[in-house]
């Protein structure tokens, strides 16, 4: 199989979406022993009492191993641009483990997460999350399952928002009530700027961040 991982935040003896997560390596090529196996070093970390902490869970061929890191700031974030979303490669609807072209983004932007958009300017995912805008008119969009990660937060924010596949234009996002990156590792973070325009903040996400962090 392709070498894929998984990462989530790790805390009060619980994985929030869990079964997603299962359900996405098996969709994603491992076979119901890898997946069993990952099920058990789940409940493992979750009886650790070093919480709470970002766990990453690489599945191979070879095996699973499992690395940990302290959890992310939740605060609202800034994200630079870079043309580097293509809808066209499927392959990255996958969450594979090498992620050294995210790397690379990165380390041109000092490190930031970055906001992934098109050539032709449509807004992608960042180099790590997934992406929700609300509109002008009210409504909640994800960007199409095209070329973007299947997101276990973003499919747990679609099913509680009732939020739509849509093409989301960068010009957009930037004009919208507010938008937010979606994560396994923060959970529902507003976005504050993109390059150097600030974007409007609304309350909607700060309460799905408090849903996100009532999971059981």
Do not use: N
């Amino acid at each position: 199989m392709i070498s894929v991982f998984e990462t989530a935040l790790v805390e009060d003896g619980r994985i929030r979406l869990r079964e997603r997560h299962l359900a996405r390596l098996g969709a994603s090529g491992g076979s119901p022993e890898q997946v069993a196996e990952l099920d058990a070093i789940l409940t493992d970390l979750c009886a650790r009492d070093d919480q709470p902490f970002v766990m990453r869970v690489d599945v191979a061929d070879e095996g699973l191993t499992v690395t940990t890191r302290a959890p992310r700031s939740t605060a609202p974030v800034r994200l630079p641009t870079h043309t580097g979303y293509d809808p066209e490669l499927d392959i990255r609807r996958i969450k594979l483990a090498d992620r050294s072209w995210a790397e690379a983004i990165e380390a041109e932007h000092g490190g930031d997460e970055v906001l992934l958009v098109s050539a032709d300017g449509l807004v992608g995912e960042t180099t790590r999350a997934g992406v929700l805008v609300l509109r002008v008119d009210g409504t909640l969009v994800v960007p199409r399952l095209r070329g973007i990660l299947a997101s276990v937060t973003r499919s747990w924010a679609v099913d509680v928002t009732g939020a739509v596949e849509a093409d989301v234009p960068l010009a957009e996002l930037l004009a919208a009530r507010g938008a937010a990156v979606l994560t396994a590792g923060r959970g529902v973070i507003p976005i504050a700027a993109v390059d150097d325009t600030p974007l409007a903040r609304d309350p909607l996400f700060d309460a799905l961040h408090t849903t996100w962090r009532g999971l059981p």
